[in-house]
């Protein structure tokens, strides 16, 4: 995986992430003012833009190939799922940003996919993440984010698997995690697609392993931005 902080200068913060073939940028605006229609007295209002590149299914790539099997409503499929994506990442997002602290104001978060190769929502988390750590907006907590895939022949975990995988895949699970004090990390929230058995669900352990290292590269960025800041005695 590789991040770059700050790439966006006219937004507070921002951050361009590259996982394998895809990439994804994002850009956070604010605290800043807002209109008093959409004012709230206690808090800030967020607001979220995400978007994607279309990627094609498994049931649009067997239409491509055999257009007598078609589904007529592939596309309409794929475009709730988007949504309920958009709204699972709108949800985690929200509750980790003490909006409290910016009475009056708004928030506005925007990422959008320059590259994309298979599922992408955990990339979106991320990248949000870091971009809100580059903006100082003040946070409950960080959280990071990893899909797995479980291969329909031979039920092997794939880690963030690419729109091969994915499509080879009977399910796709996309978990979010949180540092926490007493366990290595605390699950704050998942997102799945397709069929899968209570223990195929175990893959958070495998999750929870992914989301540790990328606490790791986290700091590693944040110190490599505040570094230059630092000067020796």
Excluded: W
């Excluded at 790439?7 to 008093?36: H, Q, T």
């Excluded at 039920?155 to 366990?183: C, H, W, Y």
């Amino acid at each position: 995986m590789e991040a770059i902080l700050s790439p966006l200068s006219n937004a507070d913060g921002s951050c361009e992430l590259k996982s394998k073939l895809s990439l994804v940028l994002c850009g956070v605006m604010g605290p800043g003012d807002i209109s008093s229609s959409k004012r709230l007295f206690d808090k800030a209002n967020i607001f979220f833009s995400v978007n994607r590149i279309p990627q094609k299914s498994k049931e649009e790539l067997a239409s491509t190939v055999r257009p007598s099997v078609s589904k007529p409503n592939s596309s309409s499929l794929s475009s709730s799922f988007a949504h309920t994506s958009d709204r699972f990442i709108s949800s985690i997002v929200k509750a980790s940003i003490d909006e409290f602290a910016y009475p009056r104001t708004c928030i506005q978060i925007c990422t959008q996919e320059l590259k994309a190769d298979g599922p992408t929502d955990a990339l979106h988390l991320n990248s949000i993440c870091l971009a809100l750590l580059d903006s100082g907006i003040r946070m409950h907590y960080v959280f990071a984010s990893v899909t797995i895939g479980i291969r329909a022949t031979d039920g092997e975990l794939l880690i963030n698997p690419d729109q091969l995988q994915s499509n080879a895949s009977k399910a796709i699970l996309t978990f979010v995690f949180r540092p926490s004090i007493i366990l290595s990390g605390k699950m704050i929230g998942t997102h799945s697609t397709g069929e899968f058995t209570l223990e195929e669900h175990n893959a958070l352990k495998l999750a929870e392993q992914n989301c540790l290292e990328l606490f790791d590269f986290y700091r590693q960025k944040m110190q490599q931005k505040f570094i230059y800041h630092i000067k020796p005695n």
